[in-house]
């Protein structure tokens, strides 16, 4: 399986991002798609997900009603749509992948990942 981030870049404060993650896999339907987040020297967070299945997605409070995930299943591709960035939105950000459709929130939690792509939100 493989992941391949894009979409990163430099934006000022309330701008907006779209982040693409392309897989590999033909049969993706059993997985969960997640982005995640780092800052150095911190942990890496979770953003948002979607099981592919049933299109279901989930977010963290941070982000609620500012990003969006989504998938183009002919592309095999999930989007995270930014909008309303703010400074704190500065990463790198990840997209991950997991067998499955459970509430996986860690990083632990996920078998896959793609490269990070940088996101600068400027104040």
């Known amino acids: 399986v493989q992941l391949q981030a894009s979409g990163g870049g430099l934006v000022q404060a309330g701008g907006s991002l779209r982040l693409s993650c392309a897989y590999s896999?033909?049969?993706?339907?059993?997985?969960?798609m997640a982005w995640f987040r780092q800052t150095p020297g911190k942990e890496r967070d979770f953003v948002a997900r979607m099981a592919l299945s049933s299109g279901a997605t989930f977010y963290a409070d941070s982000v609620k009603d500012r990003f969006t995930i989504s998938r183009e299943n002919g592309k095999n591709t999930v989007y995270l749509q930014m909008n309303s960035l703010k400074p704190e939105d500065t990463a790198v950000y990840y997209c991950?992948?997991?067998?499955?459709?459970?509430?996986?929130?860690?990083?632990?939690?996920?078998?896959?990942w793609g490269q990070g792509t940088q996101v600068t939100v400027s104040s």
């Open positions: 896999v033909r049969t993706f339907g059993s997985y969960t």
């Open positions: 991950a992948a997991t067998y499955g459709s459970g509430n996986y929130y860690w990083a632990r939690n996920y078998s896959f």
